[in-house]
């Protein structure tokens, strides 16, 4: 039995006509059974939830798109995902391309927070 958390808050900004428009992500603990964190051009992180096939016949994961998340709030939901018994329900951590250096870029994610263990 998972266990019960808050909902997990952010908002990101995003291009809409001639200005921007800001979107808030509300992410319920069992919306999604596992995460991914992405990180794209800008340079930017994406958060995707995952879940499994409804089919039986396919082995294919959905993966929905949640958004650009900032930094700080990139660091609270890494805590967040943490299962207290051991884990995380964040199980990949990858890049668009080999432009970026994935490794230096987590390193200094984690380096921005004493809390994270």
Do not use: C, H
């Amino acid at each position: 039995m998972r266990e019960k958390k808050e909902p997990f808050k952010f908002k990101y900004t995003y291009p809409s006509l001639d200005w921007y428009d800001v979107k808030e992500v509300v992410i319920n603990y069992d919306d999604y059974y596992y995460f991914k964190i992405q990180r794209r051009y800008g340079p930017s992180w994406w958060l995707i939830g995952t879940n499994p096939p409804k089919d039986k016949n396919k082995f294919e994961w959905t993966e929905t798109q949640l958004g650009e998340i900032e930094k700080p709030d990139l660091i609270r939901f890494i805590k967040w995902a943490k299962d207290k018994d051991g884990g995380s329900r964040i199980t990949e951590i990858n890049s668009l391309s080999g432009d970026f250096d994935i490794i230096k870029d987590v390193l200094d994610l984690l380096k921005g927070d004493d809390n994270i263990e």
